[in-house]
């Protein structure tokens, strides 16, 4: 296979024996949609040393038959499905588990695609280079929308921001997406968890936690790029479901103190940290200013007129870029259903949290 001919890849290629290997990990669930294009990205990396684990959830389609059909024959490759469904945190940690030798493990989402052959090798690159960084992102580039349905691209906008950060930075939270994170610090933290038996999402920053409490960093390469699909985020019924579930597994790793939200100088996710502020106080002052009604009239009006306004304003200016006044409406209209969703499922996982945390759990 051709290598690229960038310098990172070229100085890390340049020596093969300080190249260790690599355990990729695609965990799947009902996602054989894009899973192909995942694991063919990575099969094209100019990464000598990288072994691929695919890993079905005990999905409840025939992704683990059309991948078996689908894929190459390939030493590179070792496919396991689980018998019951676990989540993706004791997934990824079974992917732990079959490290033999590899010194780092790159998980991949199984509907994004490493657009660069050299992702790997660049992203190795930061790792030997600084051994303080245990976990290294990319950025998330949008693919052509114009393929996705109305609501999964209104969506799609929600989710990613506006914001690109141009310089490598220090971030709170590695994204799981594409990320490239050493095996013995994660095996010294415990391995991955989630919020609680059911599964409340969070994977990311329960990881995260644990792995900037020991001191070390995480950081994000903006010149790494994948492409994300946003499988299974068709309807608007799917968008806040998933919406709801990742509310209530940040609220309880806030609550039990498992959550680092600091979000170092990152431009995007600090506007992403901004975002879920307007929501917050829209619908916190909204309910304060339901309950002040009983007392008063024009406090409480002026109160429900600010805050709506705040987050009206928000949404319009993030909806600027959007084509066409129809879905720069169900941007807008999408956005206040997104923070009542958003809002009410953090404070329930927030108490759910706590009562863990007073149970010693």
Not at 36 to 51: D, E, F, H, T, V
Not at 186 to 200: A, H, I, N
Not at 295 to 300: E, F
């Amino acid at each position: 296979m051709q290598l690229a001919s960038t310098s990172a890849a070229d100085s890390v290629c340049s020596n093969k024996k300080q190249m260790p290997t690599v355990l990729a990990v695609v965990p799947v669930y009902n996602g054989h949609q894009f899973a192909l294009k995942a694991i063919n990205s990575l099969l094209s990396q100019n990464y000598p040393g990288l072994r691929i684990a695919v890993i079905d959830d005990c999905s409840e389609d025939n992704s683990m038959t059309l991948l078996s059909n689908e894929l190459p024959h390939s030493p590179q490759i070792t496919v396991i499905r689980n018998e019951e469904n676990i989540g993706l945190a004791q997934t990824l940690n079974k992917a732990l588990e079959l490290v033999t030798d590899e010194e780092f493990l790159l998980v991949l989402e199984q509907d994004c695609e490493l657009l660069d052959d050299d992702y790997v090798a660049r992203a190795f690159q930061h790792l030997v280079s600084n051994d303080d960084v245990v976990a290294v992102s990319g950025e998330n580039v949008l693919p052509d929308s114009k393929k996705f349905s109305r609501m999964k691209r209104i969506f799609v906008h929600h989710l990613c921001e506006d914001v690109h950060d141009e310089d490598v930075v220090e971030v709170g939270f590695s994204l799981l997406k594409a990320d490239l994170l050493r095996v013995d610090v994660l095996k010294r933290v415990g391995g991955f968890e989630s919020s609680s038996k059911w599964k409340l999402a969070s994977e990311e920053h329960l990881v995260s936690y644990k792995i900037r409490s020991q001191g070390y960093r995480i950081i994000k390469d903006p010149s790494l790029k994948f492409a994300a699909y946003w499988d299974g985020q068709e309807k608007l019924g799917e968008n806040l479901r998933k919406e709801a579930a990742y509310g209530r597994g940040l609220g309880w790793a806030f609550a039990a103190t498992k959550s680092d939200l600091e979000v170092g100088k990152s431009k995007q996710l600090r506007s992403k940290k901004i975002s879920r502020a307007f929501e917050t106080q829209y619908v916190l002052l909204t309910i304060f200013s339901l309950f002040l009604f009983l007392y008063n009239l024009l406090i409480p009006l002026a109160l429900l007129s600010l805050a709506t306004l705040l987050q009206l304003g928000h949404l319009y200016y993030r909806a600027r870029s959007l084509s066409g006044v129809t879905e720069r409406i169900l941007f807008i209209g999408t956005g206040f259903l997104r923070a009542w969703v958003y809002v009410s499922n953090f404070c329930l996982g927030t108490l759910y949290g706590l009562a863990s945390k007073l149970r010693g759990k």
